[in-house]
């Protein structure tokens, strides 16, 4: 049998001399290119590093340049707030608007005290409402976003939802004793889950109402815009009067609206004072110490 192969085997070897050179010739020449594509890379590599240290270098230096110039851009931004603050403030206490600080940036702050000088009291109100329905609403949408991380609001939820429809659809006597009712309850719930922070009274009793006690707890980035929530509540809000014999203190008094004595409280701005009222008590649950 190997008698037999001894030709194939003598043509393969032939073969095989034949292309071997060619082999060999191929095996050197990727040899050759690898030695390339290695060189290469290691150009490659050092000019990215030079580059790449190049480019450090050139950042640290402009960072360093561009520190004092970016301080004293926050330096004049802080000034800037502060003035826009103390200017802004008497007006928002004369409009009976509050909360916006959470919502609302220097810059616009400032719109809203140069409408307050050319048209007073209905251009101020009227560009406060404005920024909360522009773009479909998406700063109310972020407004309400947290509430619901509270249980009660949570249960609520759907009802509360419909109320913020009504607004949408500028259905303002629906939103405003809806409302009204759950800052009622989410106060109650507040003051059962955290009982110490309910100061006494002077009778000893446990007032009916306890939005104003809750609103108390309200907290702000400066006590001056804390401290327009208070005033609007005790002058206004949530001030008591006698029915039928005086003025309310104001049209969206919560005593007149929820017992029918009042009747011209639905306007677009009075329905975003009751969610801005609502969503400064949400604010004091998240705050806790535990959560309604």
């Not at 959470?102 to 000088?117: C, D, K, N, S, V």
């Not at 509540?233 to 049209?251: H, M, N, T």
Request: with cysteine; proline share 6%.
């Amino acid at each position: 049998m190997l008698e037999a192969m001894r030709p194939q085997m003598a043509e393969a070897m032939a073969t095989y001399r034949q292309v071997a050179p060619q082999m060999r010739a191929a095996l050197d020449y990727c040899a050759t290119v690898a030695a390339q594509i290695r060189e290469s890379a290691q150009f490659v590599h050092k000019e990215l590093t030079e580059s790449a240290r190049q480019a450090l270098a050139w950042y640290r230096e402009e960072a360093r340049q561009l520190g004092p110039v970016l301080k004293r851009i926050g330096e004049e931004y802080a000034a800037l707030e502060r003035s826009t603050d103390r200017a802004v403030v008497p007006i928002l206490k004369k409009r009976r608007w509050f909360g916006l600080e959470r919502y609302f940036t220097p810059w616009e702050f400032h719109q809203l005290i140069a409408a307050y000088g050319k048209g007073k009291a209905k251009a101020a109100d009227k560009y406060v409402c404005a920024r909360f329905s522009q773009n479909r609403f998406r700063r109310l949408n972020t407004l309400t976003r947290p509430w619901w991380r509270i249980a009660y609001m949570q249960k609520r939820k759907p009802k509360v939802r419909m109320a913020l429809k009504a607004y949408r659809n500028r259905q303002y006597a629906l939103v405003i004793p809806i409302l009204l009712t759950f800052a009622d309850g989410l106060a109650h719930a507040y003051f059962r889950v955290n009982p110490a922070n309910l100061a006494p009274t002077k009778s000893g009793k446990k007032p009916a109402v306890l939005v104003p006690q809750a609103a108390s707890h309200y907290s702000a980035r400066r006590p001056d815009y804390a401290g327009l929530l208070a005033a609007v509540i005790a002058d206004g809000l949530y001030k008591s009067y006698a029915f039928g014999v005086e003025r309310p203190p104001l049209a969206v008094n919560r005593h007149g609206v929820l017992h029918g004595d009042t009747i011209g409280y639905d306007t677009e701005a009075n329905a975003l004072r009751t969610i801005l009222l609502l969503d400064s008590i949400c604010r004091v649950a998240l705050a806790g110490p535990r959560v309604p």
